[in-house]
């Protein structure tokens, strides 16, 4: 086939029963124009770019040629919207096929933005340039983080415009995923009530994203505990970096542990717990500091709906999900505490860490350090200065953190490796997404590769990264938008 790029399909989420999507093919474009391909992870796909011009791949990209063996559906799933319970489904996109590469790994491809489908409500099933860009970024940001999530492979204008505010260019993004399975997918069918749907669901995500369990006694329970654990995994490599990811609804939680669904998400720069983005959270729900809680919250829902396939008795059931989502405070504060010792290079395990570490994080609050560089500058403060850190409170925390470094035979070179593998040099500061967005606005994509390129490898020292580290003012008035 000329538009085949080595795709690869074998769609078993589309031979699922007929509750779990629609088949609805993307909705054709006017003139597709291939604007950013991610050759490396095409590579890390095992796809072949160099098979098919740039028109064909522009058309590939949008949807309006569909590769041999795709099988696209609309995935229906539901979600707690800020709090309120809601039937949605993919209403701007569509998943074209699931990828296997030749390791054997099974990937979704998915276009974001490729039109409407009985899911889309009222919207018009299509996305914009800036914010598919942006997905783009802070995706690839987040993979390169090492956390978990979603990959962003091509994005494609339409040569449409879309109504949003004013009117914008449409976009359409490939996304690639473990899968695009969410706590909502099992909040869709368990509102169905229909036990043997429910059981298919399950079955399918044990197999295709934990086949540990394949053979466990209690499927349901052991997939409740590994979803927790991915969770906590991934909550605290969010607040590791600064990470608010801005609309945690269950919808947006994705049940292979990866970040999904990168919509007014936003790294935090002075450190404020509080901190909120979005321009719709008016009360701070989905703020920095409440991630975990949500996290939490999340998965009492995801708990909710196993409760049929837990045990018969549902008293029981509920005691025994209830037990497990009650460790959550315990093992998150651990693992939470396990990452910020690496932050600040410690290794073992003292009664006086917990303090040392609140106490840097109230010093930052009060002085409105800027988070990143912060624990930039506690690992090289000569490349990292500012006058801040001349405040003889940090002075002073500086010593007792000095001293914690020693223990366990512990050394400070030892020290800093360890920092340098947990705290990133550079993020994808707000400033600076906009500003490369705003020159790919003006058909300018110079800055977004060399950006791209830079964050590529957030943990080494990168020549010319000042500007990428800086601040721009104060993230006060910083405004982001979903849905757009
Ligand atoms: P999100 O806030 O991006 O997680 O989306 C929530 C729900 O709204 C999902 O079901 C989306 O598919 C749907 N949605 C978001 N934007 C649009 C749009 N422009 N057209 C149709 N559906 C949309
Ligand atoms: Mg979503």
């Known amino acids: 086939m000329e538009n085949n790029i080595n795709w690869n399909f074998d769609n078993s989420y589309s031979r699922?029963?007929?509750?779990?999507?629609?088949?609805?093919?993307?909705?054709?474009v006017k003139s597709p124009e291939l604007v950013i391909i991610n050759e490396s992870l095409a590579k890390e796909l095992d796809l072949n770019l160099t098979k098919i011009n740039k028109d064909k791949l522009s058309s590939l990209f949008t949807g309006n040629t569909l590769p041999e063996g795709s099988n696209t559906i609309a995935q229906a799933y539901a979600g707690h919207q800020f709090g309120h319970f809601t039937m949605l489904g993919?209403?701007?996109?569509?998943?074209?096929?699931?990828?296997i590469t030749s390791s054997n790994k099974r990937y979704d491809i998915q276009l974001k933005g490729s039109g409407k489908t009985s899911f889309s409500r009222n919207g018009d099933g299509r996305a914009a340039l800036g914010p598919m860009l942006r997905e783009y970024i802070v995706?690839?940001?987040m993979h390169n983080l090492n956390i978990p999530s979603t990959r962003s492979l091509a994005v494609a204008k339409t040569g449409e415009k879309i109504m949003r505010d004013t009117l914008l260019e449409g976009a359409i993004l490939t996304r690639v995923a473990l899968s695009h399975i969410r706590v909502g997918t099992f909040q869709y069918i368990a509102?169905?009530?229909?036990k043997d749907e429910l059981e298919m669901l399950l079955n399918y995500v044990i197999n295709r994203h934990y086949p540990k369990l394949v053979n466990s006694k209690n499927k349901a329970m052991d997939l409740l505990i590994d979803l927790m654990n991915k969770q906590i995994d991934l909550v605290v490599n969010w607040m590791r970096v600064g990470f608010i990811h801005g609309v945690m609804n269950t919808d947006n939680m994705s049940i292979s542990g990866e970040t999904i669904d990168y919509g007014p998400c936003a790294f935090m720069d002075t450190y404020d717990p509080k901190t909120v983005f979005s321009s719709i959270d008016h009360m701070g729900r989905y703020a920095?500091?409440?991630?975990?809680?949500?996290t939490k919250w999340n998965l009492?829902?995801?708990?909710?709906?196993?409760?049929?396939?837990?045990?018969?008795?549902?008293?029981?059931?509920?005691?025994m999900a209830t037990e497990i989502i009650n460790t959550f405070e315990k093992k998150y504060e651990e693992k939470w505490l396990e990452m910020m010792r690496k932050k600040l290079g410690l290794i073992g395990n003292h009664s006086i860490d917990k303090t040392l570490i609140l106490d840097l994080l109230t010093w930052m609050h009060q002085n409105k350090a800027d988070y990143t560089n912060t624990f930039c500058h506690i690992m090289d403060p000569l490349s990292n200065n500012g006058t801040i850190y001349e405040d003889m409170d940090?002075?002073?925390w500086k010593k007792r953190l000095n001293i914690r470094q020693l223990k366990d035979n512990n050394s400070y070179k030892n020290s800093i490796e360890l920092m340098k593998t947990y705290n990133p040099l550079v993020i994808p500061r707000n400033h600076k997404v906009e500003e490369v967005?705003?020159?790919?606005?003006?058909?300018?994509?110079?800055?977004?590769?060399?950006?791209?390129?830079?964050?590529?490898?957030p943990y080494i020292k990168q020549e010319d990264t000042s500007d990428f580290q800086s601040l721009s003012g104060s993230n006060e008035n910083y405004k982001t938008f979903c849905g757009t």
């Open 16 to 28: 699922l029963s007929n509750a779990f999507k629609e088949h609805i093919k993307p909705v054709a």
């Open 90 to 99: 993919d209403g701007r996109a569509i998943l074209i096929g699931e990828h």
């Open 139 to 141: 995706s690839e940001a």
């Open 191 to 194: 509102a169905r009530d229909k």
């Open 288 to 294: 920095y500091c409440n991630q975990p809680i949500i």
């Open 300 to 319: 009492s829902r995801f708990a909710e709906c196993l409760i049929p396939m837990i045990d018969k008795n549902q008293k029981k059931a509920i005691e």
């Open 394 to 396: 940090f002075v002073d």
């Open 437 to 457: 967005l705003e020159f790919a606005d003006r058909k300018d994509f110079k800055p977004l590769i060399r950006f791209l390129n830079i964050l590529k490898k």
